[in-house]
């Protein structure tokens, strides 16, 4: 099916807290037990773009003491709702540092980031290239990337059916985002196109279950 892309930012109050109370955890440590299966464990500078209320962020950092996260977004909804997840854990408020910015206007004092991350991002934007410009351009030469993102189906009968398996009781507003989210993703093949593009071959793409791919592997030295 034809992608339909849907509003980049989650700022709608309703929206970030719906999306902050679902439960995540077994995608989100899946993420996390990802990363070290790969990398082993995070250390250093860590970069996730698109971080929304920074429950990944705030696992790498809880699990790795020898971890500093930048995290960002765009919607201060979720940034808002990230700020206050990470200021019930004081020992993490100087490992995780939250910024409010869209990604296409993000300019960071520094790059050389020794990990780039980011899950369930890719698919809300509308240009996917400002994505993996930021990449390139955040990432030292050896760091490691991994991004996850929804899969598109092949038709929107199987994005409701994929909604009704693993959204069946989630309230209406986030089994409405997660639909329109499957029809706005990527497929696999269109991130492998993009990655040719942004001359990031050193990165692969894979599936990753019936409804996400996952991109990971170390920036070339330039
Ligand atoms: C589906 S949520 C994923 C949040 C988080 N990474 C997670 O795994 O739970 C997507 C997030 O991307 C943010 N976002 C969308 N477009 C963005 C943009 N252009 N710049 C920065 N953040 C953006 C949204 O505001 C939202 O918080």
């Known amino acids: 099916m034809e992608r339909s892309p849907e509003p980049e930012l989650m700022d709608g109050g309703e929206q970030a807290l719906a999306y902050a109370r679902a439960d995540f955890e077994e995608p989100n440590s899946r993420f996390v037990e990802s990363f070290v299966a790969r ?20 696992r790498l950092a809880r699990r790795s003491p020898a971890v500093t996260v930048t995290a960002t977004d765009g919607a201060p909804a979720m940034i808002d709702l990230a700020v206050r997840a990470r200021d019930a854990e004081p020992a993490l408020r100087q490992r ?43 990432a030292r030469a050896g760091a490691a990337v991994l991004v996850m993102d929804l899969a ?33 993703a990527f497929t696999p093949a269109e991130v492998g196109a993009q990655l040719e593009a942004a001359g990031l071959e050193e990165l692969a793409v894979e599936a990753a279950s019936d409804r996400h791919w996952i991109v990971s592997g170390r920036i070339a030295a330039a």
């Open 39 to 58: 990398f082993g464990e995070p250390a250093g500078r860590v970069l996730d773009l698109g971080c929304g209320p920074a429950d990944i962020p705030l």
């Open 96 to 138: 995780v540092e939250l910024v409010c910015c869209p990604l296409q206007a993000l300019q960071l004092l520094e790059a050389g980031y020794d990990a780039v991350i980011s899950n369930s991002l890719l698919h809300h934007l509308h240009e996917p290239m400002a994505f993996w410009a930021a990449v390139r351009h955040y």
């Open 152 to 184: 598109r189906p092949s038709s929107p009968e199987a994005a409701q059916g994929i909604v009704d398996a693993y959204a069946a009781d989630e309230p209406p507003v986030l089994r409405e985002d997660f639909y329109n989210s499957l029809h706005a």
